[in-house]
């Protein structure tokens, strides 16, 4: 459906975010999104990160939490996570921008002479930049809406040309065009047990400080906004009473989008935006999805062995996924995380006894290794369902190649240069690369899956597409030897003959895979892989008892 039928015109919707951070920008800008999608709008989001790294790629999980890598070949923020599995559309590049990306085309330009004779300033050339990435994203025509959410919280120098731009949009645009959310929080306090507005108020003030004035409050709170509350609020911060919107904690992140139905956060953002929509959002089928993730009817635990747990967030897509598999399969996901430097031949067994699955993560370098090889062996010998992805396959492979065909000194180059069998192997386009930013196999390619395979039963086709992010690869050298002893390569890309999947066919359900399934998995399309491996995991459980 378009807005204004032949006539289109893309409408912006800009969340930012005050007080602290971690209030969850990406989840209201999520629900909002999939309410008006729920109408029958177009509607995409945007992530602008404040850090002058060009993109996340070259962070440490431990910085910024799992690095989402889009069809397209783009690493990017975690956020664009949420964004595809709330509106199961997926996005690219233009879907998140960083201060150093706006800065390095902006410096490109200059040394190519674009503004000769000019002095390069923040305003008018980063905020044009800055603007222009914003409208880019509209400019597709493919959208009815488009709502960016902008990184950090008001008050950061960082973040000001950012809000700046935004501010200067206003008048490009003109009326009625983007509208802005400001997410605050309204902390309760116990000794005086009362609500506080105070910090909401300052954090307007200083939205205001740059110009910029929110059309809605939403206010995070542990306790329902009262209607004096909501009043206070809308008179000291300037916006309509209606315009405050209350963002009540929730069990999970799924519940968001209904909590913002009821409070009626999209009527008001196409009422102000002048979109005309008599349409009620439609979300029986993610109604649906929710009572089967809280009501579940058996439980099952998999054990998560990686050696970032430390920070979940590290994680974030394959916790997501669980959470989408579970609800389909009606059972309650428990994770065990596993530090992967724990895990010793020895007391190995004992970690993995109450285990119905184990995830071997991916990952990169040499820490927490020989922990990942050792649980590979326990699963495979002890027929423990196993899934095992990037890094996750890799020690799938070396394990098998030093317990099955006996070549003790196995490994990846990766991690050990000159190892007498380098079983993986860095891919033969990787050899000349030096930058780091960038440079890996990313993104969507395709893969064909053997016929007769457990790969294929899974998906139920033989033609896939999948998302990557590595330098290392199996190495094609020792497939015979492999294949001799029972390994099975049941998913091959077409075009180069690179190993994407590994299976096992005497054991109930070990997949090793060299892409990244859990970047596609979404509330209405959970990934095939998770859900079959949940359902390995509940009949291992089952069989047990
Ligand atoms: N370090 C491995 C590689 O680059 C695995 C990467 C990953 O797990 N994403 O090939």
């Known amino acids: 459906m378009s807005l204004n039928g032949n006539n289109k015109k893309t409408k912006y919707i800009f969340v930012t975010g005050g007080v602290t951070s971690s209030l969850g920008k990406g989840i209201i800008a999520s629900s909002l999104a999939k309410l008006l999608q729920s109408r029958g709008l177009s509607v995409t989001i945007q992530k602008l990160d404040p850090y002058l790294n060009v993109d996340p790629g070259t962070l440490n999980p431990y910085e910024h939490g799992e690095c989402y890598v889009t069809d397209d070949g783009a690493e990017t923020d975690l956020d664009l996570g949420h964004y595809e599995r709330f509106l199961n559309v997926r996005t690219s590049q233009a879907n998140n921008v960083t201060t150093g990306r706006i800065y390095y085309n902006v410096l490109s330009k200059e040394r190519r002479g674009d503004f000769l004779g000019k002095t390069v300033q923040v305003i008018p050339h980063i905020t044009d930049e800055i603007k222009r990435n914003i409208l880019l994203v509209g400019e597709s025509g493919k959208y009815d809406i488009v709502i960016t959410e902008i990184g950090g919280c008001v008050g950061d120098i960082e973040s000001l040309p950012f809000l700046e731009a935004v501010r200067q949009l206003k008048w490009d645009l003109g009326e009625k065009t983007m509208l802005t959310i400001h997410l605050t929080l309204v902390p309760y306090l116990k000794s005086a047990e009362e609500l506080k507005t105070k910090p909401t108020q300052h954090s307007v003030k200083q939205l205001q400080e740059s110009g910029l004035q929110p059309d809605i409050i939403v206010c995070r709170t542990e306790h329902p906004l009262p209607q004096d509350i909501r009043r206070k609020i809308a008179l000291f911060c300037n916006v309509e009473v209606n315009s405050v919107i209350e963002a009540m904690d929730a069990q999970t992140i799924y519940e968001v989008p209904l909590l913002m139905k009821k409070e009626k956060l999209d009527q008001r953002a196409l009422y102000m935006l002048d979109i005309y929509n008599d349409k009620d959002a439609d979300m029986e089928k993610w109604e649906n999805f929710l009572s089967k993730q809280k009501n579940p009817n058996k439980t099952v635990t998999i054990g998560l062995i990686g050696k970032y747990v430390e920070l979940k967030d590290a994680y974030k897509s394959i916790v997501e996924s669980f959470v989408h598999a579970g609800a389909e399969n009606e059972c309650k996901v428990n994770i065990e995380w596993i530090h992967s430097e724990s895990l010793t031949v020895e007391n190995v067994a004992e970690r993995m006894k109450d285990l119905d699955g184990v995830l071997v993560a991916p990952g990169f370098g ?86 007769k395979s457990l790969a294929k039963k899974i998906y139920g086709k033989s033609k896939i597409s999948e998302r990557h992010r590595h330098r290392w690869e199996f190495n094609n050298k020792y497939k015979k030897d492999f294949e001799d002893k029972g390994l099975t390569f049941s998913g091959i890309n077409p075009e180069n003959g690179l190993v994407e999947i590994i299976e096992l066919h005497n054991h109930p359900f070990f997949i090793g895979v060299q892409f990244h399934p859990e970047l596609k998995s979404t509330v209405m399309q959970p990934h095939p892989i998770f859900v079959n491996f949940v359902k390995a995991a509940v009949d291992y459980s089952a069989a047990k008892k």
């Open 366 to 451: 040499e820490r927490g290794i020989a922990g990942k090889i050792d649980a590979v062996r326990y699963v495979r010998e002890n027929k423990i369902p196993f899934f095992g992805i990037c890094l996750g396959m890799q020690m799938a492979v070396i394990e098998y190649a030093r317990n099955v065909l006996g070549w003790e000194n196995a490994h990846s180059t990766e991690m050990v240069k000159d190892t007498e069998y380098p079983v993986i192997d860095l891919m033969q386009d990787q050899l000349n690369v030096e930058n780091k930013g960038g440079t890996m196999r990313l993104g969507a390619y395709n893969c064909k899956l053997a016929d």
